[in-house]
């Protein structure tokens, strides 16, 4: 009976618990940071890596998915967005990590295998025998189904990471669908947990009580590790401190007698819902201001989040190569990569379709043509180029319509909030590996001495 009651306080508690192994000699070309996450992912066997852009998230799971491949027998697979899949086997040739690109079951072989998010359907996930989600923020892009179908996929498979920048910049519920994926609690029972409903809100959003947020951070440090310098997990910072963007805005002058509604003035509304309208009446100014600061004889990535603001870029600037929605798969993944090898100069996308994994260290210049309320998609686009191994200083132009300051506001005050996030994931993160050092697992021995009569003697 004690045994059992032992077992039973286990469950219910919400430290992490090594599901996992103990590591083999981890790759010599691995950095203090890496190694310390490495050795808490493959420990933990389900846990989640939130290192920011340029810490070596791509090597982590790269080393974590060799591993495990090596300790279960079976391949391991490693998810990734769009284009993503062939740097990601051409980072495991940078570490002597032999890594296969796969689009389908059959070609499935031993070792670490790489496959976009769009390949999954094709695939047999109880085939492998751990799995890695690259940019798993990425997720919450898909539909719910989507959603649904990866964590259904592999929600029996043994080792998990999941790996991303950006866990949640503006909604710490985002930290749910990573703790549900790995196994860790379900997202409703970590909001009746640490949560409360604030119905002093007209979106009555989840805010953490105020009185739980040590709790809190300490239970997310249990099963993932986060950093946003080396430093954080106790490496060397020396060459990772960029220097700040260059951040300069364009405003445009918006026409206000168009679209006026019977008034002599338009006045605009520039709520969630009903900003594409304003966008739309201010399309051609903010692309041709776009278009002229991308004309120069360096590499520049434009951004956009219309179909029609894209188009209408690509015919403006010179040496613009266009990746949109419809493109093939296979045409969208060239490009992209054709941009970080230098075949062309300039491309217009939207963060949606390359904001997330990509690599374009090579380019020091970002021009966004359009910006939405989203500051995740603002911010992974923003670090495809600000990141390590950047040698310039970075230029990011901003354009937008007079009518839009509200919405870079906005954007700005969800910066700030995801700087809060990830300093307290930062302090608690400091916690955890502190206590970890000096904790001892208390096993008190079953030493009681009872007195004959209720021994039955």
Sequence with gaps: MIEEYRAFI??????????????????????????????????????????????????????FARQCAEETGKPSLILTPLAVAGQMVREGQKFGIDARQIREQADVGAGVMVANYERLPKLDPSSFGAVVLDESSILKSYAGQTRARIQDAFRDTPLKLAATATPSPNDHTELGNHAEFLGVMRQQEMLSKWFINDTSTASQDWRLKGHAQEDFWQWVASWSRCATLPSDLGGDDAGYILPEIDRRIHEVAADRTEDTAGLLFRIPEMS???????????????????AELATHDKPVTVWCETNEESALLAKMIPDAREVHG???????????????????????TKPKLAGFGVNWQHCAH????????????????????????????????????????????????????HDEMKRRMSEAMRKAQSSAQTRVKYERPLDLAFPAWLKGE
């Design 326 to 348: 419809s493109l093939d798969p296979d045409k969208k993944e060239e490009l992209l990569l054709g941009f970080a090898d230098g075949d062309f100069r300039v491309i217009v």
């Design 366 to 417: 970002a021009v966004f043509a359009s910006i939405s309320f989203s500051y995740e998609q603002h911010y992974q686009a923003v670090r495809r180029s600000h990141r390590f191994g950047q040698t310039e200083r970075v230029r990011n132009d901003i354009v937008i319509s007079d009518t839009e300051r509200s919405i870079w506001d906005v954007i700005n005050v969800k910066g700030a909030k």
């Design 272 to 290: 969630a819902t009903s900003f594409h309208q304003e966008k739309r009446l201010t399309l051609r100014q903010r692309c041709e201001r776009a």
């Design 10 to 63: 286990a469950r219910r508690a919400v430290d992490g618990q090594k599901l996992g192994f103990t590591p083999k000699p981890i790759n010599p070309m691995a950095k203090d940071h890496q190694i310390a996450a490495l050795d808490f992912a493959l420990n933990r066997g389900k846990s989640a890596a939130f290192l920011d852009t340029g810490l070596g998230k791509s090597f982590i799971e790269l080393e």
